[in-house]
Every structure is written in structure tokens, then in C-alpha cells.
């Protein structure tokens, strides 16, 4: 049996919020979402052409309306709706760790920076408009770059 992660999905009363922080900082894309009975986004990290690529799924909440989300995915306690719960962390392989840190930083976006230990991969932390939180993976050359730039600034 073969597993891989699919998508995660987050419910949300911002659904605004939500689209701008995936997009503004993450670089992902809304494509095409099936027309379920409440609103809501796919976030892409590639071709909108498959929906495999669809990684992020954004639920969100219509207050006025809420029969929709609740007989398709059951109902939820909203004041329970805020970070990521049991799940510690959503984490993404990534690259371009110099233009990253610079990104947030002009984006006013607090992150805190990790190395795993034995392993040379360097860490991200971020917290999304819901309080979940994002964990972006970079490859051990790129942290040696960034370490090397941050040298020659000193």
C-alpha cells in the first residue's frame, strides 16, 4: 500500500485572509475547485491541470448560510477553529531560502528559523491568519549560502 499526503485543509470565517497569506507568501495560486455546497479555495502549487496539485484547500465558513458545510463535512465548534490543534505543524519542502527570509521580512511576517540536527535541513516557522502553523524545509546548501551571506553583512 502506497500513501502520500494529498492536501490539507483549513476551515475559516477570513476567507480573504486566508487566500492572501497562501498566495502573498507561500507563491501559491487559486485554480479550480469542484463546486461543493459552501464556499471556499484550492490552493495550487503547480499546474492548475490536475487537481493533485491543489495542496492547500481553504474552507470557509458562511455564517448565514451554514446547512452546506455542515452536511457535506459535519459540523465544528467555531471557537475551536484556531491553530492547528493535535496537528503540530503543515510542513513543505522548499527553495530559495535568502529570497524567503527577505520576503518575509518586507511582509512584516514573523518566522522562526530551525536545523535539524544530523541532518543540515534548515527550518521556517510561520504562522498562518488561523494560527496554523507552516514549516518551510530548505536543503543544506542553501542554509550554508544563507550563513555565508549573512557573514558577509557582518
Wanted: aromatic share 10%; proline share 6%.
Amino acid at each position: 500500500m502506497g500513501l502520500s499526503l494529498n492536501h490539507f485543509s483549513i476551515r475559516t470565517v477570513d476567507l480573504d485572509a486566508c487566500k492572501t497569506f497562501y498566495e502573498t507568501v507561500l507563491g501559491l495560486t487559486v485554480g479550480p475547485r469542484p463546486e461543493f455546497p459552501f464556499p471556499g479555495l484550492w490552493m495550487y502549487t503547480g499546474d492548475h491541470g490536475h487537481y493533485s496539485n491543489a495542496t492547500v484547500h481553504i474552507i470557509g465558513i458562511d455564517r448565514k448560510a451554514p446547512a452546506g458545510l455542515q452536511g457535506y463535512l459535519g459540523d465544528r465548534n467555531e471557537a475551536e477553529l484556531k491553530g492547528t490543534g493535535t496537528i503540530d505543524h503543515i510542513a513543505f519542502f522548499a527553495d530559495g531560502l535568502p529570497k524567503m527570509i527577505s520576503h518575509l521580512k518586507q511582509l512584516g511576517i514573523a518566522f522562526r528559523e530551525r536545523m535539524v540536527p544530523g541532518l543540515g535541513l534548515y527550518q521556517i516557522f510561520l504562522d498562518d491568519p488561523n494560527g496554523v502553523v507552516v514549516e518551510l524545509n530548505y536543503p543544506a546548501e542553501e542554509r550554508i549560502a544563507l550563513e555565508a551571506s549573512r557573514a558577509g553583512q557582518s
